[in-house]
């Protein structure tokens, strides 16, 4: 890909950027990450106090992006057929129908999803991993694009059920949303808190836009030494002693594709350093898991955080 067509292609993503800055305000950084995600072929995972926005967030993209939607609330009563779809008996043919689930969408919106058990949680892995499912030995292929963008409470809070470590990997990236900073929060009281804004979104990119771009995104170029500098981060996570499970190739590959995307949406047809430092602790967090020799007073999903940071800078920057 030549940057000229990087440049002009990363135009449509600066207007969807801009589109979803005007309704999630005060979380550019956020944004720019959900971005990113989609871009890289990726599924997003949102995490949060209830209240902040999660959920904004992932209507907002999908309004945005001209494509089918829909949004399941995960409860602890849901079952895998609530998502995936079920076979019905028609007594007139004789035979069985099989009836589609809201997974058969472009975006999927699974609200809560660690609300609900993991039996129901784990109906999304195939979907998420091949973009296909398998009911009663028939496989059913799913829309493309197709994302699945989750939203989850804190684990600490009442009633969840932790997402597995196979399930957190099925997720390119995971990304927190806090509390706003008081000029943001001031701005969002004045106007009438961003459903009105939310209500008014109108598409900006169309499905085969957002496939042109994710091809795009293939082609951006990535030098030998930012290959080595990444697989040197992962090295040091399977070694650390802090650590009891590092990153898999799997993780590995997502960093690359994020880094890729997020040289796209600058507007470039290469990769630098700081398309891959800044990703390594949202692609990688989710995918560790901390021992019980690293004491601290921080949450765990924190101390994966602060780990990876530190691993992060141990690393030297390639020049």
Request: glycine share 6%; net charge negative.
């Amino acid at each position: 890909m030549s940057p000229e067509t990087a440049i002009a292609t990363s135009h449509k993503a600066a207007e969807l950027e801009d589109a979803l800055r005007r309704v999630i305000r005060g979380k550019d950084d956020v944004v720019r990450l959900a971005l990113v995600s989609v871009f890289a072929r990726g599924h997003l995972l949102i995490e949060g106090v209830p209240g902040v926005g999660k959920t904004t967030l992932g209507q907002a993209l999908a309004r945005a992006i001209d494509c089918t939607f829909q949004r399941v609330q995960f409860t602890s009563d849901m079952l895998p057929s609530d998502v995936l779809g079920i076979s019905v008996y028609s007594a007139l043919d004789q035979e069985f129908e099989f009836k589609r689930g809201p997974v058969f969408t472009n975006v999927l919106l699974a609200d809560e999803i660690n609300r609900t058990t993991p039996k129901t949680q784990s109906a999304l892995l195939e979907a998420m991993n091949e973009g296909q499912i398998t009911i009663d030995a028939h496989s059913y292929v799913l829309p493309q694009p197709f994302l699945v963008i989750a939203t989850q409470n804190p684990v600490e809070h009442h009633g969840t059920y932790p997402l597995p470590e196979s399930q957190l990997d099925r997720f390119l990236m995971r990304i927190r949303m806090g509390y706003p900073e008081a000029a943001a929060e001031r701005e969002i009281l004045r106007s009438e808190a961003g459903a009105a804004h939310l209500q008014d979104l109108r598409p900006v990119l169309t499905g085969a836009d957002v496939l042109e771009m994710q091809q795009a995104v293939q082609h951006i170029r990535v030098d030998e030494a930012l290959v080595s500098y990444a697989l040197e981060i992962v090295r040091r996570t399977r070694e650390s002693e802090f650590l009891s499970l590092g990153i898999s190739p799997r993780g590995s590959q997502a960093l690359y594709r994020a880094a890729q995307a997020m040289a796209f949406l600058e507007g470039r047809s290469f990769c630098i350093p700081e398309d891959f430092k800044p990703l390594a602790v949202p692609v990688f967090a989710h995918r560790v898991v901390v021992n019980g020799h690293y004491a601290s007073t921080l949450k765990k999903s924190e101390q994966a955080d602060q780990v990876l940071g530190e691993i992060v800078e141990s690393v030297a920057v390639p020049v």
